[in-house]
């Protein structure tokens, strides 16, 4: 738990970083391939795969392929239909489809109630959080953020599912994750970008190199290791800890608007389900 705290903390951060010095300037399309090539560079020196199988091999590009490049295009898309309130609203029901996609497509024992209860409770402390009135249009952009929300609780239960050995081992493999997630984004980038936005100057660039060999690189192959030592419950709660994280860190570097009220309740509402999963004697990773 400790090792997804502190992601979420950097995740929370980079976010910002990126509303506040790209999303205005920079394709979005070129900065998420940008970041998954870079994210690959930081791995492929690490890269050893004799110990795992080509099927492995394979299953993981495609976890990666799904849980990032095809999360991102769809996720990208949808800021064409929703405003930015709208998106992080609708990311909120991630923690129930890691619940449901452990459940019935992996075909594993039910799972204990109170973890059905944990992730419900996620999903409503977020949704005091974030929020706000909808949009007269907003099924085409509700749709595609449910495919994003999907493609990234899908890549989240494979990987903990997938037998790849210790941390040790994991980090020997991890950069086939991002092969992956770079083919996928290269063809969104292809199909979709913009190129007269291109990234341009000095601070472009810094954010960018942070996005990838930081929060892409070693946060998602930290976070991919730690899910793999809590249970999925946990798992599910903590994908909404990045909501009020997100928050506090715009108000603290930003000085953006924060309705206390909403983000104390909800963010006590998080910690509240985060607990109930930790506490459950039958609990295993």
Known sequence: MPVLILITIVWAFSFSLIGEFLSRDVDAYIAVFIRMILALCLLLPFLKVKHVSAPIRVRLMLIGGIQIGLMYLLLYHAFLYLSVAEVLLFTIFTPLYITLIDEWLLNRKPLPRIWWLAAALSVLGAGLIRYQGLSSEFITGFLLIQGANICFATGQVAYKRLPLGKAKQQIGVYALFFLGATLVSGIGMLLFADYSRLPSTWIHWSVLLWLGFGASGVGYLAWSIASKKVNIGQLATMNNALIPAGLLVN???????????????????????????????????
Do not use: D, E, H, Y
């Not at 509240?272 to 609990?283: C, I």
């Open 251 to 285: 108000f603290i570097l930003w000085g953006q608007n924060v309705q206390w009220g909403s983000l104390i309740l909800g963010g006590a509402i998080i910690l509240f389900a985060v607990w109930l999963t930790s506490r459950n004697s039958l609990s295993k990773p």
